[in-house]
């Protein structure tokens, strides 16, 4: 019902793979990211609400069902939500997790604007 939610339910399971509830928040997370990805202000959910190891997790996962460049922009707005997000921690998650990423598909004037 609440899509973003499953951003909460998946940073918060100790292990995805053997809960219930963790896995059905993966596979939202899989099959529904243009809607479970997105911060919500209805429900405080959405990828601002994963923690950095959990973040890497999602960026390494081959089964979500995203293009490159949404992709992108939600580590954006990660990184623009966490409270020290010129902290060397977060920029070096994020490089990480940008690593993860095929740039190459994403149009060059899409990185340069937003960049």
Known sequence: ??????????????NVETSTAGLEALLLLRS???VALPPCDD???GIVQISGERLLDLFCDQDIQAGEWFLFQ????WVDAQPDATSATVTSLAKLCASRLQLEWIEPQQLIASV
């Open 32 to 34: 529904r990211p243009y």
């Open 74 to 77: 939600m580590l954006q707005r």
């Open 1 to 14: 019902r609440y899509p973003p939610l499953a951003c909460v339910v998946y940073d918060q399971v100790a």
């Open 43 to 45: 429900t405080d959910g």
